[in-house]
């Protein structure tokens, strides 16, 4: 990954570039920070992407990792404390930049899928949604980046687009608002092997690239995931490695003692210069963990933030 080892100066590995300074340097901040949160288990992605989109500790909270989408506790939780949701609460302008198909939405209505995290977060806070008439017109980004599997195996008929040009979009994106989000789960697929990962990288690392050029000076990108898996290839599963995190711009200083991916949102709302006391984390009771209730699944490649100007991405 060209892009990320030049900003970084070396691999994203954790004990390479993985020095994981305490301080930013040059607007950069890269620490490993944890997904496990206290929860005998591999992570998975209900629970996960709902404690970084929140920062309410999920699995303790439930005892176990929940995998796929979120239970109605997790609803619950995300409707409450919603990273978006906060923001606008206090006057941002928020967008989740991902957009979503008349098709998705009528197999909700129909009870054919449920609705992931990512996009419960953006509803709890009566963000825009895209549509693919806006990412026709340049307002949106998908969650494949260019295009090629939503055309090639889910019936799409979309032009495809370069990773570079869907980075700039984001960035575009991220200059009107105050916080975006933006959610992929290529590196996911990738790492249960559902995608080659040198095909997914190589787009990653072209459309990072591409947003990172396309920043306007006040605006800060961050990058974080709620499980490991693409990492090691020895297993397809998710894996209780840390995962990396990864904060480039002005307010890269707030993130720079995030140790677990339950800091990233109060970090973003502080970056944002959200009162504390208007953030509204609760301090919850957290049940024992119980045998045997760890979860296995498929999970998505999740999360960053564009704002004040913060984005953010998922991954």
Known sequence: MPHLWELLGGPLVLNGVGRADSLPRNGVTFRPVDACLGVPGAPQSATGQTAL?????????????????????????????????????????????????????????????????????????????????????????????????ASGYLGYELPTVLPEEAGARLARLAAEYDLVLYETFLPDLAGHRRLEPDWVLSRLDAFLGSVLDHL??????????????????????????????????????????????????????????IPEAQMGFAHVQ??????????????????????????????
Request: hydrophobic share 40%.
């Open 53 to 149: 989109f929140t920062g309410v500790n999920a699995p303790a909270l439930l005892g176990y990792h929940v995998a796929a989408y979120p239970t109605r506790r997790l609803r619950e939780i995300i409707a409450e404390h919603s990273v978006l949701k906060r923001a606008a609460k206090c006057g941002a302008r928020v967008l989740f930049a991902n957009a979503h198909s008349e098709q998705f939405w009528q197999m909700v209505r129909d009870g054919k899928r449920d609705l992931g995290a990512s996009t419960l977060t953006a509803l709890a806070a009566g963000a825009p949604i895209p549509t693919l008439a806006d990412l026709a017109k340049g307002r949106a980004v998908l969650w494949d980046i260019t295009h090629e599997i």
């Open 286 to 315: 957290c049940r024992r963990p119980q045998e045997g209730r760890g979860r296995r699944g498929t999970a998505s490649f999740a999360a960053s933030a564009l704002g004040r100007r913060t984005a953010a991405e998922g991954m």
């Open 216 to 273: 306007t000076p006040e605006t800060t990108l961050v990058v974080c995931s709620d499980h490991g898996n693409l990492e090691d290839a020895s297993t397809r599963l998710h894996t209780e490695n840390p995962v990396p995190l990864l904060a480039v711009g002005p307010s890269s200083e707030y993130f720079c003692r995030a140790t677990a991916i339950t800091d990233v949102a109060p970090a973003i709302l502080r970056s944002m210069a």
